[in-house]
């Protein structure tokens, strides 16, 4: 089945870009997702991409995806400690539930 | 007033009792999730349910079972509840497949001691 991987921790500082990859391992995977969860609360589905594209932009939000490696990123432009959560990529391989990875915590030191 | 809602918030229980997680939501979703969180190890998926009369077993199921009352409702029970179930459990609801957008609830926050 789906596996989904992703480093559990990165730290930046404020103003700068974060970068949160995530590798997969089903190519028939159709929509790729990232949620955010902020402390004590549930996910929330920040933007996801769909398997034909490469590149998705929202406001200060970029999606890679890399169909070929099989690899996902999430680029935050100009990251404010209001960042700071968990990031979770997610899989959709067919009409099956979502495979989520462990998580990316964001940490953005002032 | 939230989407998705799940009660209790938070519980704290003993080994060995029976204990109920409900969930509603008022989207109108068909689909319906159970997941439980743990530091490190991500979301882990314990039962879903495409619509009312569709019940499926996740990752890790043994040790709870779930109930779909309406279309409206999911509820989650550990028939006996052990310390290693202590976790954060969410409830999520889904229009459908696809692009569709999972919902989740606030979570419950669940120690059994």
């Known amino acids: 089945g789906e596996d989904v991987e992703q480093s559990l921790f990165l730290s930046v500082r404020e103003g700068d870009s974060s970068v949160i990859n995530c590798t997969y391992t089903?190519?028939?995977?159709?929509?790729l997702y990232w949620y955010k969860q902020e402390p004590g609360a549930g996910l929330q589905l920040l933007t996801y991409?769909?398997?034909?594209?490469d590149m998705k932009q929202d406001q200060r939000l970029t999606v890679l995806l890399n169909k070929k490696d099989k690899h996902l990123s999430l680029r935050i432009a100009d990251t404010q400690t209001g960042d700071s959560a968990i990031y979770f990529c997610?899989?959709?391989?067919?009409?099956?539930?979502?495979?989520f990875g462990k998580g990316t915590r964001l940490s953005v030191i002032a | 007033d939230a989407d998705v809602t799940q009660t209790p918030r938070n519980r704290i229980t003993k080994t060995g009792k029976r204990i109920m997680l409900e969930c509603s939501q008022t989207?109108?979703?068909?689909?319906m999730y159970w997941y439980r969180q743990d530091p490190g190890l991500g979301l882990r998926l314990i039962y879903y349910?495409?619509?009312?009369?569709?019940?499926n077993k996740g990752e890790i199921s043994d040790g709870y079972s779930v109930s779909r009352q309406a279309q409206a409702k999911f509820s989650l029970s550990l028939e006996s509840a052990i310390p290693n179930q202590t976790a954060l459990y969410f409830c999520?609801?889904?229009?459908?497949?696809?692009?569709?957008?999972?919902?989740f609830g606030p979570g419950t926050r669940l120690t059994v001691t």
């Open positions: 349910s495409f619509d009312v009369k569709d019940i």
């Open positions: 997610a899989a959709s391989p067919g009409n099956t539930p979502l495979v």
């Open positions: 989207k109108g979703h068909d689909r």
């Open positions: 991409i769909f398997s034909n594209m």
């Open positions: 999520a609801s889904q229009p459908g497949q696809g692009a569709e957008e999972q919902y």
């Open positions: 089903d190519s028939s995977s159709t929509y």
